[in-house]
């Protein structure tokens, strides 16, 4: 099915878009400090067997990792969105082939066609 050009994204495909971006971007603010907040709080279970130096490691260990899964799973959503194949516009397709097919008589010469005929 063709789509005429007014049928492209509207802008209830741009605010997905929008929302997508905006959820993934809290995730990747929220999610790490929850991970750091969660360790130093011992949270989760065994964090209070580690020194603070361990829980330090383990919980921006985490966090970094936290962030690039958010990003990898954005990316993914990204790749997923459908494309949209770009059909010209068959008017014009028609007026470019029209005029290459026309004799370019009346075109001006060239100044290196002009020496040569001097």
């Known amino acids: ?19 997508k971006f905006f959820i993934a971007s809290m995730f990747m ?24 130096y361990s829980v ?20 993914y959503l990204a790749m997923r969105e459908p494309a949209e194949k770009h059909e010209p516009d068959p008017k014009f397709l028609a007026e470019a082939k029209a005029s290459m097919k026309q004799p370019t008589t009346d075109a001006p010469q060239s100044s290196d066609s002009q020496k040569k005929e001097q």
Request: hydrophobic share 50%.
């Open 1 to 19: 099915m063709l789509m005429k050009k007014s049928q492209h994204k509207g802008p209830k495909a741009t605010m997905s878009v929008i929302q």
């Open 29 to 52: 603010w929220a999610v790490p400090v929850a991970i750091l907040y969660g360790f130093n709080n011992n949270l989760f279970p065994g964090t209070d067997n580690l020194s603070p």
């Open 56 to 75: 330090t490691l383990v919980s921006g260990f985490l966090a970094v990792i936290s962030v690039n899964v958010v990003i990898a799973f954005y990316i």
